[in-house]
């Protein structure tokens, strides 16, 4: 089944540590997208990519790093910069920016 | 850049009872125009989609929209809302290389 996958569901991070969420797509797409999600305030994006090796910041972008070394990997670092990482995670891929997007179930990020 | 509306945080209806949603958007052109769901916890789902054509379109799970170039809108609507449509909703537009949602809006459904 085509899809995305993100891993893992729920996160405990110490805080002062980075910590990495994966994302995988095989549905063949170029486009990319990392967003964050906090109650009642809708979906923020934090870093998008259109093609392999190339990615632009979002929204909300200080404190996070990604990277886009293969098609169907984004995976998306939260660092110690975060000041208030705890939120809910959400991937995203589509044929193109502007076109339908196919979501993750997204990972639960908690900074204990 | 476009920028979406959804004017109503959290609506409550019976279940049974008629739905519609509100979304309004900002753009210059008419834009692709999208309705997802998210039940809690999850990611999101879509629901349907307007490219271009009839202005009525109708999605998964016995949703509609319409889209009504007019008044900048494509409000989602049901005629008779099941339990298990309680979740969030969000109201997207895609235009020159670009996506933008709304803030969202819960359901609740009554008994």
């Known amino acids: 089944d085509g899809g995305i996958t993100q891993s893992p569901k729920y996160l405990f991070r110490k805080e002062g540590q980075n910590v990495t969420l994966s994302c995988e797509q095989n549905?063949?797409?170029?486009?990319m997208y990392w967003y964050r999600q906090d109650p009642g305030q809708g979906l923020r994006l934090i870093y998008y990519s259109q093609i392999v090796n190339d990615f632009q910041k979002g929204d909300i972008a200080e404190g996070y790093s990604v990277s886009r070394e293969k098609k169907e990997s984004f995976p998306l670092t939260v660092t110690s910069a975060q000041k208030n990482p705890t939120a809910f995670y959400l991937c995203?891929?589509?044929?193109?920016?502007?076109?339908?997007?196919?979501f993750g179930q997204g990972t639960r990020l908690t900074v204990v | 850049a476009q920028s979406v509306t959804q004017p109503d945080i959290h609506i409550t209806v019976s279940e049974g009872a008629s739905l519609e949603l509100r979304c309004n958007y900002s753009?210059?052109?008419?834009?692709?125009l999208f309705w997802y769901v998210q039940s809690p916890g999850q990611g999101l789902q879509l629901l349907l989609k307007?490219?271009?054509?009839?202005?009525l379109v109708q999605g998964i799970k016995g949703f509609e929209a319409e889209f009504k170039r007019s008044q900048s809108s494509f409000n989602l609507r049901k005629p008779s809302v099941h339990w298990s449509d309680a979740a969030e909703y969000f109201c997207?537009?895609?235009?020159?290389?670009?996506?933008?949602f709304g803030a969202g809006t819960r359901l609740t459904v009554k008994p």
């Open positions: 995203a891929s589509s044929i193109a920016r502007d076109t339908e997007a196919f």
């Open positions: 307007y490219f271009s054509g009839d202005t």
């Open positions: 549905l063949n797409h170029d486009a």
């Open positions: 753009y210059g052109a008419t834009p692709y």
């Open positions: 997207a537009v895609g235009a020159v290389n670009d996506m933008r």
